[in-house]
C-alpha cells in the first residue's frame, strides 16, 4: 500500500535506476564482534556501608552512658508485694536460664522469647534473663530490642516481675524475669 500523496514510479524510471547501479547481490553475513568481557560484580554499597561506619559512630543521635544509667526496666504486677521486685533488682533470685536476642531482627526475637518462656514454663523454671542489648546500633530509633522485650513482658500474664540485670550480668543490655509458679 502506498502512501498519500507518493508519486507512483513509471517502468522507464525503474529501468533507468536498475542500468545506472548495476547488478545487485547480497553481501556475506558478518559475525558481529565478541561483546567486551563483563567486569567481575563488585558490593560497592557494602563497600559505601562499612566505610560511612566510622562516622556514624561517632554521630550518635543517643548517648550510651544515659542508656546505662537512665534506661533500667523495671516492672512489678499489680497484687505482688514491691518487696518481690526489690529482691529480684538485687540479684537475689538465681537465674535458671537465659536467651540471647543479639543479631535477630524484631520478628525473630519475639518467636524466640514467646518460645523460650514457654518452655521455661514448661520445664517448672521460674527466673530467666534476656539478654536483649543496649541497642548502640538503633540509630535514634533507640534500642529496638530492648523496648520489644519490654512491651512483650508486660502483656504476659505469666510475668510476675521483671527488672534490668545486675551490672555483671549484662546490665540494661539484659532484664532478668520472674515467672508464676506452678
Excluded: W
Excluded at 46 to 71: K, M, N, S, T, W
Amino acid at each position: 500500500m502506498k502512501p498519500k500523496g507518493a508519486a507512483s514510479i513509471s517502468e522507464d524510471d525503474t529501468r533507468l535506476f536498475r542500468e545506472a547501479i548495476g547488478e545487485v547481490r547480497l553481501l556475506d553475513r558478518v559475525a558481529p564482534p565478541p561483546a567486551p568481557a563483563k567486569p567481575a560484580p563488585h558490593p560497592h554499597m557494602l563497600d559505601a556501608d562499612e566505610a560511612a561506619v566510622p562516622g556514624e559512630l561517632l554521630d550518635l543521635a543517643f548517648d550510651p552512658a544515659v542508656l546505662e544509667i537512665g534506661e533500667e526496666l523495671s516492672y512489678l504486677r499489680d497484687g505482688h508485694a514491691p518487696k518481690l521486685l526489690r529482691q529480684l533488682k538485687r540479684g537475689q533470685f538465681s537465674v535458671q536460664d537465659d536467651l540471647d536476642l543479639h543479631q535477630m531482627n524484631a520478628a525473630a526475637a519475639q518467636a524466640s522469647i514467646v518460645i523460650f518462656l514457654a518452655e521455661a514454663k514448661q520445664r517448672g523454671r521460674r527466673c530467666l534473663r534476656i539478654i536483649h542489648g543496649k541497642g548502640l546500633r538503633s540509630r535514634a530509633a533507640g534500642p529496638v530490642l530492648k523496648s520489644l522485650t519490654d512491651r512483650l513482658l508486660r502483656r504476659r500474664d505469666d510475668v510476675i516481675a521483671f527488672a534490668s540485670a545486675r551490672p555483671s550480668q549484662g546490665g540494661t543490655g539484659a532484664v532478668v524475669v520472674l515467672l508464676k509458679g506452678p
